[in-house]
């Protein structure tokens, strides 16, 4: 059983089009976050829910839009796409009795 | 905004020899994590230590933190292969956000 799995794991696009990250975790958390992985390895935050409330945008262009339908559950849809996006994005869990994160295996979106 | 930075960028040892990554942040924290990141992967959680705490152990693992200097370590012993990696170290300011430096790659040579 996966804990906290994102799909697809690989995404190739033109720009201009629209995407979907979709991301689920079994683990109870109540604290879901996005991150965002540069070239370079740089991990930056760009979303956190906790309770499927909204708690932290970090400076993302408003072309990401989270969703989370349930607790269990924190997409990304990114629309638009940008040369810039590419990168690998990162699903992650935690909260509560457990501040440690959760990440998911990545999604590596390449815009073309 | 950037919370940890670790250092060095870059390290590579033997086998067996220890290896020792320091991270510094810049404001105050709940807790202080460390994760590794094999190439292609997610991170991993490896160890936590919170505010109050100055050392902690887990394995072949010892954390330190300071927060007088606002500084943390992470040593590794008898290194092994399977340690290369890369190494973050992680704020937890308490505002539903877990903020990553940018990492120490560690490479273990044969």
């Known amino acids: 059983d996966t804990a906290v799995s994102q799909t697809p794991k690989y995404l190739v696009t033109q720009m201009g089009n629209d995407k979907s990250i979709k991301c689920e975790q079994n683990?109870?958390?109540?604290?879901m976050y996005w991150y965002k992985q540069d070239s370079k390895k740089f991990l930056k935050i760009m979303f956190s829910y906790n309770n499927k409330e909204l708690i932290i945008n970090e400076t993302v262009p408003n072309r990401f839009s989270p969703k989370s339908p349930d607790k269990a559950h924190l997409n990304l849809h990114i629309n638009s796409l940008e040369l810039g996006d590419s990168a690998v994005y990162f699903c992650?869990?935690?909260?509560?009795?457990?501040?440690?994160?959760?990440f998911g295996q990545g999604t590596r979106l390449t815009v073309v | 905004s950037q919370q940890g930075e670790e250092d060095p960028q870059a390290l590579s040892i033997q086998e067996g020899e220890n290896a020792t990554m320091n991270c510094s942040y810049k404001t105050s924290i709940n807790n202080l994590q460390w994760y590794r990141q094999n190439s292609g992967r997610g991170l991993v959680h490896l160890i936590l230590?919170?505010?109050?705490?100055r050392e902690k152990h887990s394995g072949r693992l010892r954390v330190t933190l300071d927060t007088s200097k606002k500084s943390s370590s992470l040593l590794i012993t008898a290194s092994r292969a399977a340690d290369t990696a890369s190494y973050f170290c992680?704020?937890?300011?308490?505002?539903?956000?877990?903020?990553f430096g940018k990492g120490t790659r560690l490479h273990i040579l044969p």
């Open positions: 230590i919170r505010s109050n705490e």
């Open positions: 683990l109870g958390h109540d604290t």
């Open positions: 992680a704020t937890d300011p308490g505002s539903y956000k877990i903020i």
């Open positions: 992650a869990s935690g909260g509560g009795v457990t501040p440690e994160a959760f």
